[in-house]
């Protein structure tokens, strides 16, 4: 069965584009005995006021391979940003995640993940990273759904504007809890990351992301979106915030 999202790409890109530390728990695909999945968006927009042109380019793909004992999960989620007038890149921007994720119970799984992303806006203005680590289902109830994880990770961080490039070895522990209502009226889902560097933990990054949805019919659905970003030490030895609230309107099929 093949989902297509309107608006993926105003889901997928706040996040991942307004910090350098995603929310992969949102976009995992909870699509059960359902073995490929595939939501892909490409817009582009054109503007053009007395002669001034904006030219916008947005594109996302997420995709999910099961096995057949369900045990093995490919999981892939890619986008692309560029804002362009004339000749200069207002923004451009892109993330590549690639995880492989193997169910040993109904209780612990084994995840290894890798990781690419570039943002001229940002300090760090690229990372790549290789991580493994544990993921446990620690709720399992009718309405209560909750995941927890802890990962090893290695990046590449890579800052202009600091003439620098740091290779660090790095923790991930999330937090994951989400309940959907006896009526279906309504779900949330939170999700908290907290990234701390095992040489000193008082330079880490923390990602607190918090999401309702209400269905308006089977098909389609309202839904609110908040993301927290806190890096405590970049390149410039200085601290980092960002916070972006959204709201939408998306259907499945």
């Known amino acids: 069965m093949i989902r297509i999202l309107l608006l993926a790409t105003a889901l997928l890109i706040p996040g991942v584009l307004s910090a350098q530390l995603v929310n992969i728990e949102s976009k995992r695909m909870q699509t059960d005995s359902i073995r ?5 968006d490409f817009s582009f927009n054109h503007t053009n006021n007395d002669g001034s042109q904006v030219n916008q380019i947005d594109a996302a793909l997420t995709t999910q391979l099961k096995s057949k004992d369900l045990r093995k999960i490919y999981f892939f989620l890619g986008n692309y940003k560029l804002i362009d007038s004339g000749e200069e890149n207002l923004q451009n921007a892109w993330f590549l ?36 680590g544990l993921r446990v289902k620690w709720i399992d109830k009718e309405r209560f759904t909750g995941y927890a994880g802890n990962s090893y990770m290695y990046e590449m961080e890579s800052s202009d504007q600091a003439g620098t490039t740091n290779y660090n070895h790095r923790n991930s522990t999330y937090l994951t809890l ?12 939170n999700t908290v990351y907290y990234q ?51 709201l939408g309107v998306g259907i499945s099929i």
């Open 178 to 189: 989400s309940y959907t209502a006896k009526s279906q009226k309504f779900s949330i889902a």
């Open 36 to 40: 490929f999945t595939l939501n892909a």
């Open 196 to 246: 701390p560097l095992y040489r000193d933990i008082s330079d880490y990054r923390i990602l607190e992301q918090f999401r309702l949805d209400i269905p308006l019919s089977t098909w389609l659905k309202v839904f609110t979106l908040y993301n927290y970003y806190f890096d405590s030490k970049t390149p410039l030895n200085t601290e980092e915030y960002t916070s972006n609230l959204n």
């Open 97 to 132: 995640h690639g995880r492989f994720n193997y169910k040993f119970s109904q209780l612990f799984r084994f995840e290894t993940f890798l990781q690419g992303q570039y943002n001229q806006l940002l300090v760090v203005e690229q990372r790549n990273l290789i991580g493994a």
